[in-house]
């Protein structure tokens, strides 16, 4: 029964190419991929339609594409088991968006916090396209007919939206044919903040570097980061109840317990009523050890491009083989002339 159940679920996720690769987008989603592939049929994609929806991600397209499949590989992400392509690849991405999108009702798309967030005030010159960002998302994941999508928190609501409207399309034509996706929120460091705000997630687009650690960053520079990472002038807390009204320190912990792999309690055990000196030392340590070896690998893989273009190359072949046979079973259902 384990066995059947393995090989029908099916895994997809995403990164988009926009950048600052940082600690984030590692400990909420890529390092948990890591341990899914293990036993899971997995699609892992790299989102270039989606970087197109805010302006300033429209530069370097391309040499951030090959920084997001390197840190893939870097990460632990094996190319031959799993399949790793870029989006703008697959044609089927945008033609299943349009499809999905006469399913979503704009009263749905209207609750997204994230474009809000995004859009800030200027909602009426925000483009369509970050709108209807979550439509393109269900159809990234609906595409495949994928089972299980890993995200960090922030993707919650995304996810929400993309199962309604597989349950949408499929009671509209009585159908089975969309599996209904489940989120796989899991790790202990599922929210990474900013080192600067502990109310605002560590983001690619946050215009101060300091407020994020890079997959690239050197040493020194995460050494001075993490010194500089906001806390407050009390002691290091002892109950974790504590840190309900203390979220830079929750945050650093949240991160040495995602590195550690040890429980917040046994952390506030180890450092309690001592200063955040020796507790910073040894996070440091941890993130530099964590990071460089996950930066010097990149390097390697971004200088050798014949390596990177045929890992992508083989990723399109395959995930494209799928989409296909999927959009031509999607065109039937619905009945359109020549399918
Ligand atoms: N701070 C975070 N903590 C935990 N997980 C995070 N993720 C992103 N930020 C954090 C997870 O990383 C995956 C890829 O994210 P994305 O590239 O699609 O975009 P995002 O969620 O919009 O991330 P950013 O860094 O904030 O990018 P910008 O600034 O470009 O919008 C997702 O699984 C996400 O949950």
């Known amino acids: 029964m384990e066995e059947t159940k393995k090989e029908t679920n099916l895994i997809f996720s995403g ?6 690769l940082h600690l984030g987008n590692y400990l909420g989603a890529i390092k948990n991929w890591e341990k899914l592939q293990e036993t899971k049929k997995c699609i892992f994609c ?13 530069n370097e397209i391309k040499k951030n594409t090959r ?16 399949i790793i392509f870029v989006q703008s690849n ?4 945008s033609e299943l968006s349009w499809i999905l999108s006469c399913h979503t009702p704009i009263g749905w798309l209207n609750r997204m916090t994230q474009f809000k967030d995004k859009a800030g005030k200027n909602k009426e010159k925000a483009p369509l396209g970050l709108y209807s960002y979550p439509v393109l998302m269900a159809a990234d994941i609906l595409l495949y007919k ?10 919650k609501q995304h996810l929400e939206l993309s199962r309604d409207i597989a349950q949408a399309f499929n009671r509209y ?22 080192l600067k705000d502990g109310l605002k997630k560590m983001s690619k687009s946050d215009p101060s570097d300091q407020s994020r650690i890079n997959l690239t960053d050197e040493p020194e520079i995460i050494r001075k980061k993490i010194q500089k990472a906001k806390t407050d002038s009390l002691p290091f807390p002892n109950k974790i109840e504590d840190l309900q009204s203390r979220p830079e320190v929750m945050n650093l912990i949240n991160i040495f317990s995602a590195l550690s792999d040890k429980d917040p309690e046994k952390i506030i055990a180890d450092y309690n009523d001592t200063n955040f000196s020796a507790f910073k030392k040894e996070l440091t340590d941890m993130v530099e050890t964590n990071i460089s070896k996950i930066s010097s690998e990149m390097k390697k893989l971004l200088n050798d491009m ?16 799928i989409s296909e046979k999927n959009i031509k079973e999607l065109k039937k259902i619905i009945g359109f002339f020549g399918a």
Not at 15 to 20: D, E, I, S, Y
Not at 146 to 155: F, R
């Open 15 to 20: 990164v988009q190419p926009t950048g600052n």
């Open 46 to 58: 790299i989102v270039d339609l989606h970087a197109m929806t805010t302006p300033e991600n429209r």
């Open 67 to 82: 920084e997001v499949a390197a840190a893939y590989i870097a990460s632990g992400i094996n190319p031959d088991k799993n």
């Open 90 to 93: 697959v044609k089927g991405h």
């Open 146 to 155: 994928s089972t299980h999508v890993p995200v960090g928190e922030d993707q």
């Open 173 to 194: 034509y009585n159908q089975d044919f969309f599996p209904i996706p489940e989120p796989v929120i899991t790790g202990k460091a599922t929210r990474v903040m900013s």
């Open 306 to 321: 014949d390596y990177l273009n045929s890992i992508l190359r083989k990723g399109f072949e395959r995930a494209n083989e």
